[in-house]
């Protein structure tokens, strides 16, 4: 009996095993998707665990405005050192200290602050840059344009 019989014969028998086969075959394709799907989410929910999330605001204090960096993120920043972007361009604005940090640490959820006094016509935004080090990766940065109140 050769394979073109043999086919003919048992076809009623032949097509439901190849159905089946490519059900198997589909079923363990998706289920390698979906796991390398939750292995990578995990990845991700474990990075940012590990990443501090630094931002900035500035609230009005008298005649000064207080600039506050904060961390909002789980993990602490440690090494952060700021810098003033154009710090000689901008005008009306006396600076306590003419330079900020470096913080050796600022824990997950707290805040430093630094003063600015303001003169009259003073500039509305300050543009600072933040480096910082944390538990994923040294000097991630970012940088803020802060609006002073």
Same mark, same amino acid.
């Given at each position: 009996?050769? %394979?073109?019989?043999?086919? !003919?014969?048992?076809?009623?028998?032949?097509?439901?095993?190849?159905?089946?086969?490519?059900?198997?075959?589909?079923?363990?394709?998706?289920?390698?998707?979906? !796991?390398?799907? @939750?292995?990578? @989410?995990?990845?991700?929910?474990?990075?940012? !665990?590990? @990443?501090?999330?630094?931002?900035?605001?500035?609230?009005?204090?008298?005649?000064?405005?207080?600039? !506050?960096?904060?961390?909002?993120?789980?993990?602490?920043?440690?090494?952060?050192?700021? =810098?003033?972007?154009?710090?000689?361009?901008? =005008?009306?604005?006396?600076?306590?200290?003419?330079? %900020?940090?470096?913080?050796?640490?600022?824990?997950?959820?707290?805040?430093?602050?630094?003063?600015?006094?303001?003169?009259?016509?003073?500039?509305?935004?300050?543009?600072?840059?933040?480096? %910082?080090?944390?538990?994923?990766?040294?000097?991630?940065?970012?940088?803020?344009?802060?609006?002073?109140?």
């Amino acid at each position: 009996m050769n %394979w073109i019989e043999f086919i !003919k014969t048992n076809w009623q028998y032949i097509v439901p095993v190849i159905g089946f086969l490519c059900a198997v075959f589909m079923y363990v394709a998706h289920d390698r998707k979906l !796991k390398n799907l @939750q292995i990578k @989410q995990l990845k991700e929910e474990q990075d940012k !665990k590990k @990443q501090a999330n630094i931002k900035c605001n500035a609230y009005r204090s008298k005649s000064n405005s207080i600039v !506050k960096i904060i961390n909002a993120g789980p993990s602490d920043a440690s090494n952060v050192r700021v =810098e003033i972007i154009d710090q000689d361009k901008l =005008e009306g604005l006396i600076f306590f200290h003419g330079k %900020w940090g470096p913080y050796d640490l600022i824990n997950a959820t707290n805040s430093v602050e630094d003063r600015i006094a303001l003169c009259c016509g003073h500039t509305e935004h300050i543009k600072l840059k933040i480096v %910082w080090d944390d538990d994923f990766s040294k000097n991630r940065e970012t940088i803020l344009n802060i609006q002073l109140s």
